[in-house]
């Protein structure tokens, strides 16, 4: 299958350790932020996602945390696991309107 | 569906040749998004659909690029003369109101020769 992102930035993290993915976003008006995983070949798949009335969310093993002060949003993934390996996007919708818009995305690496 | 489905998976076409693109949403998401992403980049919008409304075609690169939804379900996107720079994987999402919950397909790779 093709590959996706090439030259994306790379987080390589020990099988079992917590990983945390950050990304900047650019609209101090969004009000809406979604996680997704991307692996070869495949479409995004939703991780998790945050409203901007809230500061913290947690699902199974991923927590996202999103700071509106500085424009910051951050995937933690608790015990990283082999098929956590993937290339990751942030993405973020306005409020004026229902696009997304993507962060560039990355690369985790998970070594067993 | 259980997914948002697209087809083909991959199309190679000749610089000049026009393609379509399908996309199959999920039964009953009024919203139905477009995406384009080039290699190693995140998807960029193209155009979005409430129902068989066309509501945002800001995205479109050019007039080669041409999207419908006649019956507010399926979408197809076309592409008149291609050229190499629309060589990427173009992308489907849908949405059960087009606020929140986006689910997208598996994409369709267009190579352009």
């Known amino acids: 299958g093709e590959s996706v992102g090439l030259h994306l930035p790379t987080l390589s993290v020990q099988e079992g350790d917590n990983s945390i993915i950050n990304c900047a976003y650019s609209?101090?008006?969004?009000?809406?932020f979604i996680w997704y995983k991307q692996e070869s070949g495949k479409g995004p798949q939703f991780i998790i996602d945050i409203r901007s009335n809230m500061d913290k969310r947690q699902g199974q093993r991923v927590t996202v945390l999103l700071n509106k002060t500085v424009k910051h949003l951050s995937l933690q993934i608790a015990a990283t696991q082999p098929g956590d390996s993937a290339v990751y996007f942030c993405a973020e919708k306005g409020n004026a309107g229902n696009m997304l818009t993507f962060g560039g995305g990355t690369r985790l690496m998970v070594k067993p | 569906g259980a997914g948002v489905s697209q087809s083909p998976r991959y199309k190679v076409a000749k610089r000049g040749q026009d393609v379509a693109l399908r996309c199959d949403p999920i039964?009953?998401?009024?919203?139905l998004f477009w995406y384009q992403q080039a290699l190693g980049q995140g998807p960029e919008f193209l155009t979005y659909?409430?129902?068989?409304?066309?509501?945002?075609k800001s995205g479109l690169p050019s007039d080669r690029f041409f999207a419908e939804r006649p019956e507010g379900s399926v979408s197809t996107l076309k592409i008149q003369r291609t050229q190499q720079e629309d060589s990427a994987v173009y992308l489907c999402?849908?949405?059960?109101?087009?606020?929140?919950?986006?689910?997208f397909g598996s994409g369709t790779r267009l190579t352009v020769v």
């Open positions: 039964s009953g998401h009024v919203s």
């Open positions: 609209n101090s008006a969004s009000d809406y």
């Open positions: 659909f409430q129902n068989e409304a066309q509501l945002d």
């Open positions: 999402a849908s949405s059960r109101d087009g606020n929140y919950g986006y689910t």
